[in-house]
């Protein structure tokens, strides 16, 4: 399962994200948008969305601190 946290400082919510995913066990790889114009625009053609966080899991989008949507597409209970 590949999973990318799109993410950028000073989010709250995205923090969250990132420790629902450590506390899970679920290896993901961490996007921070503010640095990379080209991982900002491939985040916003994913999802519609310009705000973070945005989890891709295998293609897969969530938008927002979603717990539901999360643990569904993560195959957790």
Same mark, same amino acid.
């Given at each position: ?34 640095? =990379? ?18 989890? =891709?899991? =295998? ?6 601190? =979603? #717990?539901?949507? #999360?643990?569904?597409? #993560?195959?957790?209970?």
């Amino acid at each position: 399962m590949k999973v990318i946290l799109y993410t950028a400082p000073a989010c709250p919510f995205c923090l969250m994200v990132e420790k629902f995913l450590e506390r899970n066990n679920i290896k993901f790889d961490v996007v921070d948008i503010s640095k =990379d114009k080209n991982k900002k625009q491939e985040m916003e053609k994913k999802s519609n969305q310009s705000n973070v966080p945005v989890v =891709d899991v =295998d293609g897969k989008i969530i938008v927002g601190y =979603d #717990l539901r949507k #999360l643990k569904q597409e #993560l195959n957790l209970k």
